[in-house]
C-alpha cells in the first residue's frame, strides 16, 4: 500500500532528489515542472595508431602547352570529341623544312648525348654499354606496357635466364622480347635504317608470341584497331594503312637529325598504329635507331612515369599536338643521358689506327687462323692485306699480334671465326709444337 505524503513532505523530497542530480526542476510560467535528469558518464578509448597514407603524382616537367593538352586528356572520354586518322597533320610535315624540336633543343640534345664513339662505326658507343643498355631499355619499355618487372628480376632474367617466381609468363616473354629487338638494332647497325624491313624486323622480335593471332607478327594490320581510354580511331583501311606506313618511313628516312628523326617516329608510328598490337614498344625502339647509328647515347625510358607518357601519346591522337610528348622525350633523354655520363668515362677513346684497319685486320687474322700459321711477324707480313700503307705496315702487324695475345674462342667471332674454327688452330699448333 502506498505512503500518503503530505505536500510538503513531497517538494522536500523531490529538492533532495535534485541537489543529488537524479531528476531537474524548473519554473514554466505559475508552475514548477520536474524531469528526469540526462545520463551521462566517462568513458576512456584508445585508439590504435592511425596511419594517414598521402599519394602524389609522378609527372615529368611541362611546358604551358604541355600542360593544356594534359588538362585535356585527362577529361572523361565523354568531354572528348571522337576523331578519326587525320592525314593533314602528316602532310604539314616537311622534312628538314619543319620541326618539332627547334634549333636550340637539338644542340643541346647533341651535347646531351655524344660518346667518346664519336666518328667510330656506327653502333660502336652502343655496344660498348650493351650489357647495360639491354637491362636499362627492356626494363623501362616493358614498365610502361605494365610489366611488373623490376629492374634486379630483368637483369637476372637477361643475364642468367632466370624468371622471376610470381610473375606472368606474357611479362617474361615481353622482356626476352625486347632483348632480342635491341640485340638486332645494335649488333646490326651498319645495316639496319629506318626502312619498312627493319620496322617490320624489330615488330617480329618484339611481338613474338605475344600475339593472339601468330600471323599479326611483323605484319601490318589488316583489320580495325581501337585504343583504350582513348576517343581516337586509327585507320581501318589495310591498303591506305600500308601506303601511310611506307610514306611515314621515307618521310623519316628524309630528316637528318638523329633527334628529330627520332622524335618524328615517336609520333607518327604509333598515331598511324600500323600493326595489330605493340606499336608503342615499336615505336620506342625505331626513335633509338638513329641515336644508335649516330654513336649517341641511347634512349633508355628510365623512370619515364607511364601516366605521362600515356597523356602525352592521347595528345597526338586526339589533338594531333606533340607538345607534351616533346616534354616526355627531352626529359626522358637528359635522364637516360644521366644513366650513361658514369659509362662514358670509364671507356677507353677508340683507337683510330685499329679503326682505320678495322676491315684488314680481320683479313689478316682470319688468314692466319684458317692457313693454319702460327702468329708470329713473319706469317703476319705474309697475311697483310695489300689495302695497308706501306708506312703503316710496321704499325699493322704490331696489332695483329696483339690481338692474337689476347684471341679466345669466345671473342674469335670479332674477325668471322666461329669457336670451333679458332680452337681447332689452336690445339694443331700445339700438336706441331710438342711433335
Not at 583489320?223 to 601511310?244: D, K, T, W
Not at 600493326?275 to 649516330?294: H, M, T
Not at 683510330?352 to 680481320?362: D, E, K, P, S
Request: aromatic share 8%; charged share 25%; glycine share 6%.
Amino acid at each position: 500500500m502506498g505512503e500518503d505524503l503530505s505536500r510538503r513532505t513531497l517538494q522536500r523530497r523531490l529538492a533532495d532528489l535534485i541537489a543529488q542530480g537524479p531528476i531537474t526542476g524548473r519554473r514554466e510560467q505559475k508552475s514548477f515542472k520536474y524531469r528526469l535528469a540526462p545520463i551521462t558518464g566517462a568513458l576512456k578509448v584508445t585508439l590504435a595508431d592511425v596511419q594517414v597514407e598521402a599519394r602524389g603524382e609522378v609527372y615529368v616537367p611541362t611546358s604551358p602547352e604541355g600542360a593544356e593538352i594534359k588538362v585535356y586528356v585527362r577529361q572523361p572520354v565523354q568531354g572528348r570529341r571522337p576523331v578519326g586518322y587525320n592525314i593533314k597533320f602528316l602532310d604539314a610535315y616537311r622534312p628538314n623544312e619543319t620541326w618539332y624540336l627547334p634549333d636550340k633543343l637539338r644542340g643541346q640534345l647533341h651535347t646531351l648525348g655524344r660518346s667518346p664513339a664519336d666518328h667510330a662505326p656506327a653502333g660502336t658507343f652502343a655496344r660498348d654499354i650493351l650489357n647495360r643498355l639491354l637491362i636499362d631499355l627492356s626494363w623501362a619499355s616493358s614498365r610502361l606496357e605494365g610489366n611488373t618487372y623490376n629492374r634486379i628480376d630483368t637483369e637476372r632474367l637477361i643475364r642468367f635466364g632466370e624468371a622471376a617466381e610470381g610473375k606472368d609468363a606474357i611479362e617474361t616473354q615481353m622482356i626476352l622480347n625486347h632483348k632480342a629487338a635491341i640485340e638486332y638494332l645494335v649488333h646490326d647497325a651498319e645495316r639496319v635504317a629506318v626502312n619498312t624491313e627493319t620496322i617490320i624486323a624489330v615488330h617480329a622480335l618484339l611481338s613474338d608470341g605475344l600475339l593472339a593471332d601468330p600471323v599479326a607478327c611483323g605484319k601490318l594490320r589488316n583489320r580495325a584497331v581501337e585504343i583504350g581510354g582513348s576517343v581516337y580511331l586509327p585507320m581501318a583501311l589495310p591498303q591506305r594503312i600500308e601506303e601511310l606506313f611506307g610514306i611515314v618511313l621515307g618521310m623519316a628516312a628524309e630528316i637528318a637529325d638523329p633527334f628529330e628523326q627520332a622524335f618524328f617516329l615517336m609520333v607518327h608510328l604509333p598515331y598511324l598504329q600500323p600493326f595489330e598490337d605493340v606499336n608503342k614498344r615499336a615505336s620506342r625502339l625505331a626513335a633509338n635507331i638513329p641515336l644508335i647509328k649516330g654513336n649517341l647515347s641511347p634512349l633508355s625510358f628510365i623512370d619515364v612515369p607511364e601516366r605521362a607518357y600515356v597523356d602525352a601519346l592521347l595528345g597526338v591522337y586526339e589533338l594531333n599536338r606533340i607538345e607534351l610528348l616533346r616534354d616526355v622525350f627531352v626529359w626522358a633523354y637528359e635522364r637516360s643521358c644521366q644513366q650513361y655520363v658514369a659509362v662514358r668515362s670509364q671507356l677507353v677513346p677508340p683507337d683510330t689506327f685499329r679503326l682505320r684497319y678495322r676491315a684488314a685486320l680481320a683479313e689478316a687474322v682470319r688468314a692466319i687462323v684458317r692457313g693454319g700459321l702460327p702468329a708470329t711477324i713473319e706469317t703476319v707480313r705474309q697475311s697483310m692485306p695489300a689495302s695497308v700503307a706501306p708506312d703503316d705496315q710496321e704499325g699493322f702487324a704490331k696489332l695483329v699480334l696483339e690481338e692474337f695475345s689476347t684471341m679466345h674462342a669466345g671473342n674469335a667471332v670479332r674477325f668471322g671465326l666461329r669457336p670451333l674454327e679458332f680452337e681447332a688452330w689452336q690445339e694443331n699448333l700445339l700438336s706441331g709444337n710438342s711433335g
